[in-house]
Structures are given as C-alpha cells and as structure tokens.
DNA sequence: GGTTGTTTTCAGAAAATACTGAAAACCGTG
DNA sequence: CACGGTTTTCAGTATTTTCTGAAAACAACC
C-alpha cells in the first residue's frame, strides 16, 4: 500500500485492505486480488487500474490479472467514464450479493469437482465386486462424504444462490432473539454512487 | 503415494487421497496435511508415522508436522498398541464430529481474527470525528461486514460448535422436500465398526 | 546413567505461487 | 490503415510456502 498519509481515513482503509487480503489469502485466494477487491470495495469509488496500481503499489500486469478474476468472480464490474477510454472498476457494494456470488463460485470451483471424484471412486470400488467387510466400511465413508457434500451443495443453491432473497431470510430465522445492535443490513451498504 | 498395485480397493483410496488433497490446497489447507488426513479417514486404521511416510512418499518430519496439525484440529487422535512403542493415529471417523471440528476451527484462526481487525477499524474511522459523506459510507460499509461476519459467527458457534446436535438438523430442517435419493445420512457417518 | 527406539524441531533446499515489465494485441479515431 | 491510448499476456524473476533430513529432545527400559 503507498500512502502513509496520516490521514485517518486513508489509514482505516489501508488496515481494512491488509486485514482483508489476509483473510483471502487464508482461504486460497491470492492476498492481491483480496485487497484489490477489498481497496474497491471500501472507497466504493470506480478506479481504473492505474489508481490500483498506484495506490497497492503493484504491476500493471497483476493489477490487470487480479481484477479480471474478480470479475470472473461476479464481484467487481467494469464501467466507464464518458470522454474517458480507460476502463473503470466497481466493486458489488451489496454485501448479500458479494457473499452469494463467493460461495455461489467456490461451490462451483470446488465442491462440484469434489463431488464429482468421489462419484467415480464410488463407482471404482463398488464396481470391483469383492465386499470385504473392509470393502463394505470404506464404501460407507465415501457414500458418507457423497451425501455431506451434496447436502452441502443443496443447501447452498437452495439459500445463495438462485432467487436472490435466502441466505438474509435463513439467518434471520435461525436467530430468533435479539442481540445485535445497530447495524441495518437489509438493503446493504447501499450508497450507489453516480 | 507410493503404491501402484492394481488393486482396486488401494485405487479407489490414492484417488480419495488425491481429491482430498486437492480440495484441501483450494481452500488453504496444505496439501499433505489434508492427504494424511484422507489416507487415515478412508482406511479408518490406525496408522503410524511410518505407514504414512511409506504410503504418501513424505518425509518424516513432514509427517510429524501433518500429523500434530490434524491432532491440534480435533480431527485426528493419538492412539497406542499394546507393547508397540510407536504412537499410531486415527481420524475421527464420524463425520458430523469432524465437520464440526473443521468449521469451529477455521471460525477461531480466520474469523475471529478479521472481526477483531474490523472493530479496530471501526475504532479508528469513528474516532477520527470528522463526518463528511464520505466518511460515513465508510463507516457504514465497516458496519455491514461486522454485522454479517458477526452473524456468520452466531449461527456457526450456534450450529456447529456447541453442544453436539445442530448442523444435522438444521440441514434436514432446512431442506423439506424430496430431491435426494439413496443415501442415508441421518446418524452420521456412523459405522463404528469395534 | 546408558542404551535404544521414537518423535520433534528447524535450517536449508526444493517446489509452488505470485509478480513484474515489456512486448503484443486491441480499439476507437483521424 | 497508421496512430495514440489502453489492456492483456507471458517468460523470467522474486517471494512464499512447503518439505527434507539430520540433529536434538524424549521416554521407556535395563
């Protein structure tokens, strides 16, 4: 991060991006991309790539790299600026959105193709015939991993994905007292700027 | 994994093993911890470090390390022969009860950690007084990640953590109708073969 | 206390990942 | 279709992460 300015503002931001790409990279997400997401994300402004760059002190190549993954991801969009060639990004201010479409795309990036190893394996050892009882046990953990993983999957699609409402209504539901103070989380982060 | 017999059952395990690996690297886990953690889940035996050096090609001391992580996530344990020096591991094999430990584990290293980071912030953009428009979209996009990352952290600890029951019922309870078809997953992995 | 079998630690090596920068591709314009 | 501004790509390099192996620490035993 470049600015070491004292201002405040600049300094949450910065210890909002590191603490941000940690988090990232913690779960397998490469720490730049994080905080790219995370630099868009807090200024809610559109910045081109040279703002990123400059501000994340990176490469234009990893800038370039990092931001279209997060498109790809469905949590950044592209814009422009009118008398303006370069291209602008914005982060999804909508915090349901942005969590939907992250377990919406790690759900398709790796469970599915978990779920679908363990259909083969299943497949590979139900299919050699013998039944052991070491056979038989190791068939119930597969099946047993087939069925969490697909639980897991259906849940998932059932309350992030495809509507749109689901996971906010689940965890109102599941929480039924009262406990949390002040925040308004229905309509997220709003602010649209123009 | 060293074996290449053409034995089905010794197939369909370096399968799992590798799928497991895999799954675990995308999300942050390194590769081998989630391979030993396969390799004793899928033969449900009780192994010792030299059975697990031999059967995934590992050193010893990445062996040790493996292992003393699976240990410290409650999800492997510690066991003993009778007149067998050597320390032998088995994973737990229900699969609730590792599900449980993997979530409350993260919860505590990741999730925890990023709310602290985000109510520091929030310390440091609130007291800086100052509140142009700005500054308050700001401030309340901190607010929206602490109030989601908060109930994140509610429903897991509520769910997943405490007393033992929760996750499978929530998953059947939130997932009325038809739809699935042979398996079985209502007790849980089950199957405690003596 | 010495011996032996076993586990842990950790500095250095190896492998995997991420990043850079410059060249190539793109693209609207004149 | 040549030109300036802009984005993408990718070979090479740098950084981070993971692994090894041998030495040190343990621990049961005699």
């Known amino acids: 991060m470049a600015s070491n300015s004292n201002n405040p503002m600049t300094e949450a931001e910065d210890r909002f991006v590191t603490a941000w790409g940690q988090m990232g990279s913690a ?6 991309m994080a905080e790219v997401h995370a630099l868009l994300y807090i200024t809610g402004d559109a910045l081109c790539t040279d703002d990123i760059m400059a501000r994340l002190e990176i490469s234009r190549g990893n800038a370039s790299m990092s931001l279209r993954a997060l498109v790809d991801w469905g949590i950044v969009l592209r814009t422009h600026k009118r008398g303006d060639r370069k291209e602008y990004f914005v982060a999804e201010q909508d915090i349901w959105t ?18 679908a190893s363990l259909h083969e394996i299943r497949d590979v ?3 050699s015939g ?3 009882e070491a056979i038989e046990a190791h068939n119930a953990r597969i ?3 087939v069925a ?5 999957e259906l849940l998932v699609q059932r309350f992030v994905s495809p509507s749109g409402e689901g996971l906010e209504a689940a965890a109102m539901l599941l929480q039924p007292s009262g406990q949390r103070g002040s925040e308004r989380e229905g309509d997220g982060a709003g602010e649209d700027r123009p």
């Open 27 to 32: 779960w397998g997400i490469s720490r730049t």
């Open 98 to 115: 942005m969590a939907r479409a992250i377990v919406r795309e790690r759900l398709k990036r790796e469970v599915e193709p978990l779920i």
């Open 125 to 127: 050892s139900t299919k």
């Open 130 to 132: 013998a039944d052991s």
């Open 143 to 145: 099946e047993n991993l």
């Open 148 to 152: 969490i993983f697909e639980l897991i």
